[in-house]
Structures are given as C-alpha cells and as structure tokens.
C-alpha cells in the first residue's frame, strides 16, 4: 500500500532522478545517526527530553540563513528553559533539511470550475493554483536534495562555530522575559537559568563544551522514491540507513501497519517514530512495536501522540498501558498541535495558544498517574514574528492572522509563543523541591 505517493507524469524522468540521487552523497551518516538511538534510549528510560521542533512544511524559498538561525535559535533556547526545569538532557532534533512534503487530505484542490492536484509540498509541486505549477515533478526531489545540503551546511557552521553558546542563550532569554507581558512569570526561571549557566562557567568546565551542542534534523518519511534512493549501506556493519536524515517518522495518514511506509522504516536502522492519532487502537501499537522494533531496544522507536486537547486524558493511558504491559521501552511525546486545528472566521487554519498547553498538561498528567515518562514535544514552530497560531504571552488575535501567515501548509507558532510554550511546559516539568536540586550539565561537543 504505497499512500500518499505523487502520480509521476514522466516515469523515466524520474528514475533518472532517483538514479543521480542514489549516487550523491549521504546527507547524514550512520554514525551520527546511531548517537542519536543513544540519545532517544534516555528518553525511552526517562533519563532525558525530547524537543523536536520546525517547520510544518520547509521550502525553498525558506532556505536562507536568517530563516535557518532563527529555528535554531528558538529550539535552542526552548531547551534550556526546559533541561534547567527538568533536570534533564534535551535531546534536540528539528524538523529541518528534509520536511519539504506534505500529505493531503485530498488528491485534488477545486477553485471555482477548476480542479487541480493538490499542493503536496515543494519536493513535488509548487504552491500556484495553476496547471504548471500544480503538475507534480520529480526534478524537485533533487531541488529537496540541495536545499537539505544548503540547511545542514548552516546548522553545522552554527552548532559548532559558537552560536549556540550558552551563555548567549541564556542572555537571548532574558532579553525575551524582559520583553514579554508574562515576564513576571518567566523572571525567576530566566534568572536562575543564568546563575546555573555562570556557576558552570566560574567551576571551571570545559569552554567548548559550553559553547558548542548537539543538533540533529528529523523530517516525515513520506516520499518513497526520495527515500530509498537515499539509503546506503553501512560498511561498519552492513545495516541499511536512511541517509536523507538522523530521524525519520511515519505520519497518521501512512501508519497502515502492513503499508509501505512502515515496511520502509522496519528495514532501515535509523531511530523512528510512529505519529499516533485519536483513531488508535491498542492493538495497532503492538504492530507497530513488533514491526519497527521487535528487539524492544530503547531508542529505536518512539511514539508522537496527537490526540487533541480534548481526547488526550482519555485517548493516552489505553495505548501507554498496552505498551507496557508489552514491557516495551519506546519514547512518548505530545504532538500538541495536529489534534487542535481549526478554521478561523477569516478562513485560515488556525491552532490556539491555549489548546497546544492543555494538550501537552494533558500528556504530563496521564503519564505522572501512569508512572512513565513523559518525553518530550513535537511542535511546529518557526523563529519568525508570524500570525498562524492564536494566543501566547503577547497574544496573536483572530483579526490578525492575515497579518503575517505564510506557512506553506499548517500554522506554526511564532517565536515568542514558542518561548512562551517553553517556559509554561518548564512547570509542568519541574520536579519537588525546583529551587534546590542539582542544575544538569551541559552537553558534550558534538557536531551534527
């Protein structure tokens, strides 16, 4: 079952597409790919956090240095709010160098007499509702190609040339309370975050290990042609990985335990994960823990809940308890975005501030009574000061969303409401005694 697959006008056109992409070189390698399984195990364990965060659809028009740093920059900060909280290593992954194809829900867009294919992202068509544009083209597949080239080239200069030095992040989070109508709320945090980060510092740690940090990108393994073109075989241990990115999910609209996508994934040694709607049955979880991770090995598989704010309590502990039960040790995350869309008056799709944060208290509350950790997020963001989401600590209003909505599919949060986000799920996060307990240390150096 091959779903959501584009129909491919030219067949030999693209087989010679697919054939130049089965020549180029990886974009990601097995080794990078292996530490993040490590990394994601002490998720599955509840020995870290999860923060997986981008772009609902990447483009190429998007790819550009202030839009690569701004992401950067938001996760970034997200994490340390979070790891201080928390006590814990975030382990940060982006949805990046890779994310530029989207499932539809329909094949085909009617305006007015005119019926054309669905725009499925930049990797197959473009986003003009004309015939040309609309045309799916597997030249694109190589565009998708260079501009991951483009993304990683920038992500690695940054990681590991000083932009993410802590003390920097700490001091752009300040900057943010400073500005921000919640700064009251966030004060106290921004600060103790700061004299945690001076005290490391003044202990005499290692200054690279503060100034650099490990990033990895992540994207939906949705077109098929595009991703087994890219698979190599490992010459250290004849495993096969997807090279197209450190991590690779399959989305609520190509689960099908016996469909292509999750055949895909069950080959390949990648870390995975499984996008789990409202719709799943318990049983499905153990196809999918059979399948994708039949050795029950902590860090291969984790699950991404999407269930809505108002089904979450109710949908999460069914499927958490079967696992269990099952004595699998997989990663849970909230996906609080898909599960509360909705369509604003003025016709755009919008997603409510406060309906992200009560999905993802929801996640935290089923998994405290349940005794298993809650690992994380998995949100779509950006670093600009767009108007897709309603809500946040300087609140974006229906009226304003044509201000600034530009996403190519679903709306994202904006910066601010991502730190926002950020500093509400460190309560959530923060355990007993918040004031006292040991600060984590930073991460080791490590490139992407």
């Known amino acids: 079952m091959n779903a959501q697959q584009p129909d491919w006008p030219d067949p030999d056109l693209l ?60 996760l970034l900060q997200m994490a340390v709010v979070l790891s201080h909280a928390s006590g814990l290593p975030v382990v940060k992954v982006g ?18 007499a005119l019926t054309l294919p669905s725009y499925r992202g930049d990797a197959v068509n473009g986003q003009e509702f004309t015939e040309a544009a609309r045309r799916p083209d597997p030249r694109r597949l190589e565009r998708m190609y260079e501009a991951s080239v483009a993304t990683l080239n920038l992500l690695r200069a940054h990681v590991g040339g000083g932009f993410a030095d802590l003390r920097q992040v700490a001091e752009w989070n300040e900057e943010f309370v400073a500005g921000s109508p919640s700064a009251g709320r966030y004060a106290r945090r921004a600060r103790e975050v700061s004299r945690a980060l001076a005290f490391v510092r003044a202990s005499g740690a290692d200054q690279r290990t503060l100034r650099t940090a490990e990033f990895f990108v992540s994207h939906e393994g949705l077109l098929l042609d595009y991703e ?11 495993r096969l990985y997807a090279t197209s990115g450190h991590l690779l999910w399959v989305g609520e609209r190509t689960r099908q335990p016996d469909g292509a996508h999750i055949d895909f994934l069950s080959g390949v040694h990648n870390p995975v994960a499984v996008k789990l709607g409202p719709g799943t049955e318990p049983d499905t979880v153990l196809r999918y823990l059979d399948r994708l991770d039949p050795a029950r090995t902590p860090g291969r598989l984790t699950f991404v809940v999407r269930a809505g704010a108002e089904r979450v309590r109710d949908v999460l502990p069914v499927l ?63 670093g600009e000061d767009v108007t897709e989401c309603t809500g946040g ?15 190519a599919c679903d709306p994202r949060l904006n910066h601010g409401q991502s730190l926002d986000l950020a500093f509400r799920l460190a309560e959530l996060y923060a355990r007993a005694g918040d004031g006292a307990r040991e600060r984590p240390v930073p991460e080791r150096p490590a490139l992407i």
């Open 15 to 74: 087989r010679a597409v697919t054939g130049r992409l089965g020549a180029a070189p990886p974009l990601v390698f097995a080794e990078e790919c292996d530490r993040l399984r490590e990394r994601l195990a002490g998720v599955a364990r509840g020995e870290a956090l999860l923060l997986q965060g981008g772009d609902c659809a990447e483009t190429f028009a998007g790819v550009t240095a202030d839009a690569v740093r701004g992401k950067l920059r938001t």
């Open 95 to 112: 949805r990046m160098a890779g994310q530029f194809a989207k499932p539809r829900s329909s094949p085909v867009e009617r305006r007015g």
């Open 228 to 238: 087994r073109a890219l698979t190599r075989t490992d010459e250290r241990t004849g």
């Open 320 to 382: 958490v308890e079967k696992a269990l039960a099952e004595g699998a040790r997989v990663g849970w995350v909230c996906d609080p975005m898909h599960g509360n869309t909705v369509t604003a008056p003025s016709g755009h799709k919008t997603r409510a501030f406060e309906a992200i944060l009560d999905e993802v208290r929801g996640f935290v509350e089923v998994h405290r009574a349940l005794g298993s950790h809650p690992g994380g997020v998995h949100v779509e963001l950006t």
């Open 393 to 407: 600590g300087s609140p974006v209003r229906a009226e304003d969303l044509p201000l600034r909505y530009t996403t």
